[in-house]
């Protein structure tokens, strides 16, 4: 085999593996997510003001962790915040070496 087939081989074999660790690492971070934010109780009844309010304030980034929260971010179901992560993930690439965190500093979630 010439050299250059056996670097186009190898080309070809090192953007596959990439994109399948990519693809992998992105499906693995989603279902993380997803549980987190399933998991999280939509609050007490006796403070209907924050009901949704931990579903709301989870936060996915790359390389830090955030440190902020809204507490208007209300979100009873987890489907916006989900969709927020989503596309926080979405754009971290998998191939480098990132440190990815899923985070909520909503007081009473740290506490």
Do not use: C
């Amino acid at each position: 085999m010439p050299a250059s087939n056996f670097t186009a081989t190898i080309a070809a074999w090192s953007a596959k593996t990439a994109a399948q660790l990519d693809d992998g690492g992105r499906r693995v971070v989603y279902e993380i997510l997803r549980r987190v934010i399933e998991r999280s109780p939509i609050g007490d009844p006796e403070w209907p003001e924050h009901s949704g309010q931990l579903k709301g304030n989870w936060e996915v980034s790359s390389d830090a962790p955030t440190y902020s929260y809204d507490i208007t971010l209300l979100d009873e179901n987890g489907d916006e915040t989900l969709l927020r992560g989503y596309q926080v993930i979405d754009a971290i690439r998998f191939d480098k070496n990132y440190d990815i965190f899923i985070a909520n500093h909503v007081p009473y979630a740290v506490s």
